[in-house]
Structures are given as structure tokens and as C-alpha cells.
């Protein structure tokens, strides 16, 4: 006969005789079970209207225990295999709260909006730190020459930008909200900080960045030498930084 652990047994009896001493009722006989299991289980609150008129706490203790054990026997029969599949996945749990996000790009730089929920109108879309527009793409008009500058610095610029492929119109940076709904729905707060990490990602992968969008960092858009001068450690420590790591 499959027998109750020793905890749940010991919890059993340790109650049981407790009410008796005391002559509570099934509440306490309840409170008192759970109680001495608190540190090995997690009980739901318990709710005694069904078996109130219960004052035989023996034949309690007893009917508990053979229902523990068929629980324990039916668990018994399941393989890890089985038991696996009742059981979240790390993957699907982030998976299922990635989806949740909001993941609109920043329109000049494809930083993604960092806010947690997907639809979180009126609330602009926004991030902590951008990166240099050159990232995405963005380029000075009828050269090869990609943009070097982040678009928080820009924003507080005199600057003016080309909202399409192709459009002669020029939008002021500091009225870019009125190019359209994808620059509309985004706030960018003018800011001369810029986070290392995306410097320091941008000189070590220039080639590849120069060799997608072919084009290249120079004229306008080269590379600072201070720039250059950041480890990937620097970078890395940065991030901590930001995210208070």
C-alpha cells in the first residue's frame, strides 16, 4: 500500500491533535494542516462549508490520508515525460510575453519601443536611448555618405530631414511629429547624451553595416576617433548602466 510522505502524514497528526487539545473546529483543523506544510506547499484558501458539521477530527485525519495517497498514486504512474507537458516551457512564457510588447521601431533609428503592452495608446511610442541614424539606413541625400548623428541629438537641431524615400519635402527635426503618423506616434526627447555601447557597435561593425545599406561613413557621416576609443567591455558596461544591472 503506497503510503503518504512523512511531512504530510506528520502534518496530519500534529493538526489533528492540536483542534482536539484546543476543541476547534474544521477551520482551525484547516489552517492549522497548512500551516505545517507553509514551507513544502502552497495552499489555496480553503473554504470548510461543505464538512462544517464535522466534529470527528480522527475520522477526518483518516479520510484525508487515503485521499492523499490515491493523489500520490496516480502521480506515481506518470512518467517525467508526462508530467513535462503540464508544465510551462521558459521559452513559451517569453515567448508569450515578447508577443504582449509593443515592438514599433523608432522611424529614424529602429530603436524598438520599449513599453510592455502592445496597444498602449494615447502613450507615445519611446526608449530609453536611440541609436545613430546610420543604423537604420539613413543617408545625406545624393551621396553615399550614411548619417552618424542619433536622432535625440538631431531633434534638438536646426537640422532638417526628408520623411520618404525620394520626397523633396524637408521637415524641421524639432517638428518631426508633423511628417506623418509614423513620426506622429513617437517621443523623442531632444538629448546630447549618447550611450557608448551603440558607439562602439557602430566602428565594430561598420563594414558590415557599409556593406548592407552600401554605403558608407564618411564625408558627413565618418566615424569621431573618440569613437574608436571604447572597449567592448566600456560597451557592455554601459548597458549595465542604463538598466541599472
Given at each position: 500500500?503506497?503510503?503518504?510522505?512523512?511531512?504530510?502524514?506528520?502534518?496530519?497528526?500534529?493538526?489533528?491533535e492540536?483542534?482536539?487539545?484546543?476543541?476547534?473546529?474544521?477551520?482551525?483543523?484547516?489552517?492549522?494542516?497548512?500551516?505545517?506544510?507553509?514551507?513544502?506547499l502552497?495552499?489555496?484558501?480553503?473554504?470548510?462549508?461543505?464538512?462544517?458539521?464535522i466534529n470527528?477530527?480522527?475520522?477526518?485525519?483518516?479520510?484525508?490520508?487515503?485521499?492523499?495517497?490515491s493523489?500520490?498514486?496516480?502521480?506515481?504512474?506518470?512518467?517525467l515525460?508526462?508530467m513535462?507537458?503540464?508544465?510551462m516551457?521558459?521559452?513559451q512564457?517569453?515567448?508569450?510575453q515578447?508577443?504582449?510588447c509593443?515592438?514599433?521601431?523608432?522611424?529614424?533609428?529602429?530603436?524598438?519601443?520599449?513599453?510592455?503592452?502592445?496597444?498602449?495608446?494615447?502613450?507615445?511610442?519611446?526608449?530609453?536611448?536611440?541609436?545613430?541614424?546610420?543604423?537604420?539606413g539613413?543617408?545625406?541625400?545624393?551621396?553615399?555618405?550614411?548619417?552618424?548623428?542619433?536622432?535625440?541629438t538631431?531633434?534638438?537641431?536646426?537640422?532638417r530631414?526628408?520623411?520618404?524615400?525620394?520626397?523633396?519635402?524637408?521637415?524641421?527635426?524639432?517638428?518631426?511629429?508633423?511628417?506623418?503618423?509614423?513620426?506622429?506616434?513617437w517621443?523623442?526627447?531632444p538629448d546630447?547624451?549618447?550611450?557608448?555601447y551603440?558607439?562602439?557597435?557602430?566602428?565594430?561593425?561598420?563594414?558590415?553595416?557599409?556593406?548592407?545599406?552600401?554605403?558608407?561613413?564618411?564625408g558627413?557621416?565618418?566615424?569621431?576617433?573618440?569613437?574608436?576609443?571604447?572597449?567592448?567591455?566600456?560597451?557592455?558596461?554601459?548597458?549595465?548602466?542604463?538598466?541599472?544591472?
Amino acid at each position: 500500500m503506497l503510503k503518504t510522505s512523512k511531512p504530510l502524514s506528520q502534518a496530519l497528526y500534529d493538526a489533528t491533535e492540536k483542534v482536539k487539545k484546543q476543541s476547534g473546529d474544521p477551520d482551525m483543523w484547516l489552517k492549522e494542516f497548512s500551516s505545517f506544510l507553509k514551507d513544502q506547499l502552497t495552499f489555496n484558501n480553503f473554504c470548510c462549508q461543505n464538512f462544517s458539521d464535522i466534529n470527528n477530527f480522527d475520522f477526518l485525519k483518516e479520510e484525508t490520508e487515503k485521499g492523499l495517497v490515491s493523489v500520490i498514486k496516480e502521480v506515481s504512474k506518470l512518467s517525467l515525460d508526462k508530467m513535462k507537458k503540464f508544465r510551462m516551457k521558459p521559452d513559451q512564457i517569453l515567448i508569450d510575453q515578447l508577443c504582449n510588447c509593443c515592438w514599433v521601431t523608432c522611424p529614424f533609428c529602429a530603436a524598438v519601443c520599449t513599453n510592455t503592452i502592445a496597444d498602449h495608446s494615447p502613450d507615445k511610442h519611446n526608449v530609453p536611448f536611440h541609436r545613430p541614424s546610420g543604423i537604420k539606413g539613413w543617408y545625406y541625400k545624393d551621396t553615399v555618405e550614411l548619417d552618424i548623428h542619433f536622432c535625440t541629438t538631431l531633434v534638438a537641431s536646426d537640422e532638417r530631414f526628408r520623411p520618404h524615400h525620394g520626397s523633396d519635402e524637408r521637415i524641421p527635426y524639432k517638428e518631426y511629429q508633423t511628417a506623418g503618423e509614423e513620426y506622429a506616434t513617437w517621443q523623442i526627447t531632444p538629448d546630447e547624451s549618447k550611450l557608448i555601447y551603440w558607439k562602439w557597435f557602430v566602428c565594430r561593425f561598420q563594414k558590415q553595416l557599409e556593406g548592407h545599406y552600401t554605403l558608407k561613413f564618411q564625408g558627413r557621416g565618418e566615424i569621431p576617433n573618440e569613437w574608436r576609443t571604447y572597449s567592448k567591455q566600456e560597451a557592455i558596461e554601459s548597458l549595465d548602466e542604463m538598466y541599472n544591472l
